[in-house]
């Protein structure tokens, strides 16, 4: 992390007065920056001095600049000889769990192939939710023999106990067929009682139900009642599904209205009612959640690419994940954060959303990250995850105005600066590598939507920058691997929109999801209405459990957050031992008699004058990365922090 000083447009008045004025210089051994100076029409400030404080600006920046492309030059050596600890598993490689017919299929063949005895081959085949082998003899086999062999290979599928009972007949060409029938579809409506059967067979049965359910309507022609029909029979994972297909003039919100008396008429109680497209489709929902987790779920350091030195941070950061849990099989989900950048974390309280962004927080400062956490809500959480002195946590911000818009500023800022190293790097025939940058906002939907929904003009102007800062920083800074991880109860629309939301590709519902988040995360149609079917598979005693969304790729799946207790959290706080540890920074707010050293400073903004995007930036550690006691007050999670007394309204005054 490289920290540029530059000194501040709006004291170029303040410096050229104190030059005029022959005070002398102050000797330390940091630079201080001047004082902010307020310039109004009846203070002009001299445009010489401006000039000259802007080429000295333009000066600093240049040697900073030049000074980073000399150190990536030197330590390239060092980066192309690299080898950090490789990760045991890569990120998402599960193969698709199998279910149904496919299910089945894939049984049957691992039980006859190879061939047995007497038969030459077995081809395995599903159609329409059946599964057929086609068994292929050696010549010289009569017709009895291969019925007899037939018959004891489905003999001998039906003792493995979960596939079910093969039929046997005659194929082409003197082959055998053993069949099975209706394993997708139809056969979890015939197999839910005699109603649900008749309904899947009779066209007279599903008018009939319909009509009681009053999903009915005249026929503005000749009055006569219509009902839907059914256009296709499917399964998912709680039990049958139907798709209807509805009369003219019948749309799919009285379907929905209907649902109370469809679970009556078909005897399924936690029947639901969803769409595709504008077809409905009928979820029976008669079979158990059969989604069993693992009842641990640790995050292991094995599971990440490990740099254990400055030149690995580099090499490793094309590796960077965000790990968020595990599906049901046990497979960990890991997103890829150049394929799949940014995550936005929404959950109501006691839903598990504190342990996991403290885990991945935990896994990004693993693997060489720097993380700046930011809470909007000034809470006892994201505090106690900054004083855990994780070696790459950098930064904490909470509690003002100031130092929220701040840190997004600073993260663009960020941005910004490795754009220019990499083209300066660039002309040399150089690649640049940058490392993982990671800033995790947490409540950040919930404080803009607040400061634009007020009254206050200004307050609103300046959300609305640091909407757009977040918004750039989504949509263009995956290669620098700068990355967004939003967290809160509610993504209010207001406020995570746009680019910001667009470019956030994995969207995270923690619990049942409530109606503000399916409506604001996830389009309308299919994908909403997919949520809210695995929705009702969650419960609020599941913590950690939730719902995960790639927006890139459409597809919508349960998962289990990760969760280190006991022996599983000190190994990997030991693994943590070996990360190179950076230096912690925070904003030199103003102390004394300038303006805003009386505390006032927590309300600026990006469009305040003076402006919080220009609070400079202050290390907290020296470079060995023990903290510097000149710079305590400056700490926000020290005992020492005296950044003064925020202002608060005069009107207000306690009642007990």
């Known amino acids: 992390m490289e ?7 709006l004291a170029a008045a303040a410096a050229a007065r104190a030059r005029a004025q022959a005070e002398p210089p102050r000797e330390t051994g940091e630079q201080v920056p001047p004082r ?50 490789p990760a045991q598993v890569k990120a998402d490689t599960a193969e698709p769990r199998l279910t149904g017919a496919a ?33 292929t003899f050696h010549t010289g086999v009569d017709e009895d023999n291969r019925l007899r062999v037939g018959s004891q290979l489905a003999e001998m599928l039906h003792r493995r106990g979960n596939l079910g009972e093969f039929s046997v007949g005659r194929g082409h060409d003197e082959t055998v067929l053993l069949y099975r029938v209706g394993i997708d579809g139809v056969g979890p409506w015939r197999s839910h009682g005699a109603r649900a059967a008749e309904f899947n067979s009779s066209r007279a049965e599903q008018k009939r139900l319909f009509a009681l359910a009053g999903v009915v309507q005249k026929n503005p022609d000749t009055g006569n009642p219509q009902t839907p029909t059914i256009s296709a029979w499917g399964e998912d994972d709680r039990g049958g599904t139907c798709q209807l297909s509805l009369p003219p003039g019948m749309v799919l919100d009285q379907v929905r209205r209907a649902e109370p008396g469809l679970r009556q008429v078909l005897n399924a109680p936690e029947l639901t009612v969803t769409a595709k497209g ?26 990440f690419v490990r740099p254990r030195t400055p030149a690995e941070r580099h090499a490793a950061a094309g590796d960077f994940v965000i790990p968020l849990g595990v599906r049901a099989d046990g497979s960990p989900i890991l997103v890829q954060q150049s394929v799949a950048p940014h995550m936005g ?11 996991l962004l403290s885990q991945l927080v935990q896994a990004a400062v693993l693997q060489g990250a720097e993380v700046l956490l930011v809470d909007a ?28 818009h701040r840190a997004v500023r600073y993260v663009r800022d960020e941005f910004e600066r490795r754009k220019a190293l990499a083209a300066r790097l660039q002309q040399d025939g150089i690649e640049y590598l940058p490392t993982p940058l990671l800033l995790v906002f947490d409540e950040a939907p919930a404080w803009l939507d607040d400061q634009m929904s007020g009254s206050d003009k200004e307050a609103r102007k300046a959300a609305e920058q640091t909407i757009a800062n977040l918004s750039w920083i989504a949509s263009q800074a995956r290669e620098q691997k700068c990355f967004i991880l939003t967290a809160g109860q509610y993504a209010y629309a207001s406020a995570f929109a746009g680019r910001w939301k667009s470019n956030t590709q994995t969207l995270v519902v923690l619990g049942p999801p409530s109606e503000i988040n399916r409506q604001a995360l996830f389009a309308a149609g299919e994908p909403r209405e997919q949520v809210k079917v695995l929705g009702a598979q969650l419960t609020k005693s599941m913590k950690g459990r939730g719902i995960m969304a790639d927006t890139e790729t459409g597809e919508i799946q349960l998962f289990q957050g990760f969760f280190n207790a006991g022996a599983d959290a000190d190994t990997f706080t030991a693994a943590l031992a070996s990360t190179p540890r950076l230096r912690r920074f925070a904003w030199r707010f103003p102390t004394g008699s300038d303006p805003g050293g009386d505390g006032s400073w927590q309300d600026w903004t990006p469009t305040s004058e003076p402006s919080s995007d220009d609070l400079p930036v202050l290390h907290l550690d020296g470079p060995d990365g023990r903290p510097d006691p000149a710079s305590a007050m400056y700490d926000p999670i020290g005992k020492s922090y005296a950044p003064g007394s925020k202002p608060l309204r005069a009107a207000h005054a306690p009642v007990n």
């Open 377 to 404: 809500k000034n809470g006892k959480d994201l505090r106690r995850i900054a004083m855990q002195n994780l070696p790459g946590v950098v930064h904490y911000s909470s509690g003002s105005e100031a130092t929220l």
């Open 278 to 303: 504008v077809h409905p489709v009928l979820h029976l929902n008669t079979k158990k959640i059969v989604n069993e987790f693992p009842k641990q779920n640790p995050m292991r350091p094995g599971l």
């Open 3 to 9: 920290l540029i000083t530059v000194t501040n447009p």
């Open 345 to 355: 974390i929404f959950g109501g309280t006691g839903m598990g959303k504190t342990v």
């Open 36 to 85: 902010l100076h307020v310039v109004t029409d009846a203070d002009p400030a001299d445009d010489a001095a401006e000039a000259q404080v802007a080429a000295a600006n333009a000066e600093a920046q240049e040697r900073a600049l030049q000074a980073a492309v000399d150190r990536y030059i030197a330590m390239l050596p060092e980066i192309e000889a690299a080898q950090p600890i």
């Open 103 to 135: 299910w089945v299929a894939d049984g049957v063949r691992r039980m006859l192939t190879p061939p047995l005895g007497k038969v030459a081959a077995v081809d395995v085949r599903t159609r329409d939710g059946d599964v057929k082998a086609v068994l």
